[in-house]
């Protein structure tokens, strides 16, 4: 019993090494909530399973793996229990293949009690009431790791347990809150002795303190008219409001978050942060209701179409009450809708069908800038890109530079005409075959070594051979493109791909990246908050430097620190005065120069090309937010850990800046 769904899940044992850009950054959280609008015995009779909610949880987790490895965790809420019976259920696991192992003990917990008689597969009730997860509400957790430790402890669900079943509370979340200090001394003034750990135990605290004052008044209300105490349970749990509580909740919170609650009385919640920043999806049909961090993971395993899956608006607060009602309000004002764009040029899978077309077109809009970088000598150059995220955009860009070739065979065949040439086979082949953009597959990248080995340059020595290449195709002729998806710091440009492409010994190397620079730091929920690590403000700095202009740094520094008591709506952006001076392309080319490996003997021309802010947006017109780019940040929040970031910077002071 259950054999053939465990077997689903053993390839997620092994370690699920995340191939994509060449600077690998810590980032996103995987949320998943589920609501059965059935009960257990409708499953069972369409579906075959009294446990269909905990499948169903299980594969869009596991299809959002690419979110999260760093730890899992799902929890359950069964509604209806008989007082005296466990209602509420949580695991948690902080190992690497923490989501398979969760699964796989409970499927094993489910199989032994199968033997032993306890459960009857074809009795629900008996799944229902011997099978934690057989419940009718389910959340769950993929965790990349930001901040805090990595334990199981920092693993969510992140939960706040009592006897009143509608005072418990489990939170999920992808998100990061700016001012978690400002929201943990709020707590401290109202007489709460919180456990400081992470903005999530903040926020739990903060929504729980509203559930325990929306739960008391109501209480207080039905005692106060003598209503009998079993009555107590059932009018509790028509009047207690999940919108009031976020409402109240949520009125001085700042970040990005896409956030899952699950209360022990049955009702349930998800909230988005009011610029939507980070994403949040929906599926409603008359047997669930379903929401996750991506569309893809709804669309695939309940097989929906791309027209049913919905966002969570931005400021809203979709509410699933325990008798499966629902509604979605606003809880806070919306702002302007400033959606992450990296979640569309790396973070989701990109088989999303809005996703994979964003992609495309990222790589087709580098086309220009790389046909002048080829010297527009498409005989000898080669294209590719660097696995596995940047694929999608390379289909984009091989057909952009198609398109390129396609009007200059036009154009050459009009002119042809014209001069009444004849149109012979080798006249044809020079004029189409042997000009024609040529993508290969150059590099490879292998499976991360592991070693006990401490010293930190024979660590380097094995992390330089993460990536191969392939031999034999690029000669000392050709110009090698190689697209990636974006450049945050440069290192591993520097210290392996260049390393392993110069090998090849091309004429010259254009690494394109399909972002634009990254210039600062981002704190809604992306591991890039240290802004002297970034390769783009390094090289702003070099450059001042070099031109004698170092007293501008230090200017910076002085308004840094002069605003660093101000409340952050009254703080400003001082550090674009770094990038003032240069274009996109002198800095460009700054790069370059710092990211050249050194004791190589390539010594052949190296360009770095980026995506322009003007053709980003082009590209992605569903998602806004660019502060990582240009500085402008959604929130205050932003503004305030910019200017931390900076000072942390000049004072030569390492560590995340919120």
């Known amino acids: 019993v259950g054999g053939g769904f465990r077997n689903q899940f053993r390839i997620s044992k092994r370690k699920n090494e995340r191939t994509a850009m060449s600077d690998q950054i810590k980032h996103e959280c995987a949320v998943t909530l589920l609501r059965l609008r059935r009960g257990v015995e409708y499953f069972q009779r369409k579906y075959g399973t009294a446990y269909y909610g905990f499948q169903k949880l299980a594969l869009m987790l596991e299809k959002q793996h690419n979110r999260g490895q760093d730890g899992a965790g799902i929890g359950s809420v069964k509604i209806g229990v008989p007082p005296g019976e466990n209602y509420i259920f949580r695991e948690r696991n902080a190992n690497p293949n923490g989501l398979a192992k969760i699964f796989a003990d409970q499927?094993?917990?489910?199989?032994?009690?199968?033997?032993?008689?306890?459960?009857?597969?074809?009795?629900?009730?008996?799944?229902?009431?011997?099978?934690?997860?057989?419940?009718?509400?389910?959340?769950?957790?993929?965790?990349?790791?930001?901040?805090?430790?990595?334990?199981?402890?920092?693993?969510?669900?992140?939960?706040?347990?009592?006897?009143?079943?509608?005072?418990?509370?489990?939170?999920?979340?992808?998100?990061?809150?700016?001012?978690?200090?400002?929201?943990?001394?709020?707590?401290?003034?109202?007489?709460?002795?919180?456990?400081?750990?992470?903005?999530?135990?903040?926020?739990?605290?903060?929504?729980?303190?509203?559930?325990?004052?929306e739960h008391g008044e109501i209480y207080r209300q039905l005692r106060d008219k003598d209503v009998a105490g079993e009555d107590i349970?059932?009018?509790?749990?028509?009047?207690?409001?999940?919108?009031?509580?976020?409402?109240?909740?949520?009125?001085?919170?700042?970040?990005?978050?896409?956030?899952?609650?699950?209360?022990?009385?049955?009702?349930?919640?998800?909230?988005?942060?009011?610029?939507?920043?980070?994403?949040?999806?929906?599926?409603?049909?008359?047997?669930?209701?379903?929401?996750?961090?991506?569309?893809?993971?709804?669309?695939?395993?309940?097989?929906?179409?791309?027209?049913?899956?919905?966002?969570?608006?931005?400021?809203?607060?979709?509410?699933?009450?325990?008798?499966?009602?629902?509604?979605?309000?606003?809880?806070?004002?919306?702002?302007?809708?400033?959606?992450?764009?990296?979640?569309?040029?790396?973070?989701?899978?990109?088989?999303?069908?809005?996703?994979?077309?964003?992609?495309?077109?990222?790589?087709?809009?580098?086309?220009?800038?790389?046909?002048?970088?080829?010297?527009?000598?498409?005989?000898n150059s080669v294209f590719s890109y660097i696995p596995n995220t940047a694929e999608v955009a390379y289909y984009g860009m091989l057909h952009g530079l198609r398109m390129i070739r396609r009007a200059q065979v036009k154009k050459e065949l009009v002119k042809a005409v014209e001069e009444g040439r004849k149109f012979t086979d080798e006249f044809l082949d020079s004029l189409i075959l042997d000009n024609w953009p040529r993508g290969e597959k150059i590099v490879h990248k292998d499976i991360k070594l592991r070693t006990f080995i401490s010293q930190e340059k024979d660590r380097m020595s094995l992390a330089s051979h993460v990536y191969d290449i392939t031999y034999g195709v690029v000669t000392h002729k050709d110009t090698l493109v190689c697209l990636d998806d974006s450049i945050v710091r440069g290192t591993t440009l520097q210290q392996q791909i260049l390393r392993i492409l110069s090998r090849t010994n091309p004429k010259k190397i254009v690494i394109a990246s399909t972002a634009p620079q990254i210039r600062y730091p981002d704190c809604y929920g992306i591991d890039m908050s240290e802004i002297g690590k970034f390769i783009a403000f390094q090289a702003a700095i070099k450059l001042l430097k070099e031109q004698g202009n170092a007293e501008l740094i230090k200017d910076v520094y002085r308004l840094c620190c002069s605003q660093k008591d101000k409340p952050s709506r009254e703080i400003k952006n001082y550090v674009k005065m770094i990038y003032e001076p240069f274009t996109a392309d002198k800095i460009s080319e700054k790069i370059a120069e710092l990211v050249r490996p050194q004791n190589v003997a390539w010594n052949g021309e190296l360009e770095i090309v980026f995506q322009s802010i003007e053709n980003l947006h082009k590209a992605i017109t569903t998602c806004t937010g660019d502060w990582y780019f240009t500085g402008d940040y959604p929130t205050p929040g932003g503004y305030a850990v910019l200017n931390k970031a900076f000072i942390n910077y000049y004072e030569n002071r390492e560590g995340r800046s919120y």
């Open 233 to 379: 349970l059932r009018m509790m749990n028509e009047k207690l409001s999940p919108l009031r509580i976020v409402s109240n909740a949520a009125k001085n919170w700042d970040g990005g978050y896409a956030i899952a609650g699950a209360i022990g009385n049955g009702d349930a919640f998800v909230l988005r942060d009011a610029n939507g920043i980070r994403p949040c999806f929906y599926l409603k049909n008359d047997e669930i209701i379903a929401f996750a961090s991506e569309r893809v993971p709804l669309m695939t395993v309940f097989e929906a179409d791309e027209s049913d899956v919905k966002e969570v608006k931005p400021g809203h607060v979709f509410v699933v009450k325990c008798d499966g009602t629902c509604y979605e309000e606003p809880y806070k004002p919306a702002g302007e809708k400033k959606a992450c764009t990296f979640e569309r040029i790396y973070f989701s899978r990109g088989n999303d069908p809005q996703i994979y077309a964003e992609r495309k077109a990222l790589g087709r809009l580098l086309c220009q800038k790389l046909y002048e970088s080829i010297g527009r000598d498409f005989k």
């Open 107 to 213: 499927l094993k917990i489910y199989n032994h009690k199968v033997k032993a008689g306890i459960i009857h597969p074809e009795f629900p009730e008996t799944v229902k009431s011997n099978f934690d997860y057989a419940a009718e509400l389910l959340i769950g957790h993929l965790r990349y790791g930001t901040s805090g430790s990595y334990d199981k402890n920092t693993c969510h669900p992140f939960a706040r347990k009592s006897t009143w079943p509608a005072r418990n509370l489990m939170l999920v979340g992808n998100f990061n809150i700016t001012n978690t200090e400002e929201l943990q001394k709020a707590l401290i003034q109202r007489g709460i002795h919180p456990v400081f750990s992470t903005d999530t135990q903040a926020i739990l605290e903060e929504i729980s303190f509203h559930l325990d004052i």
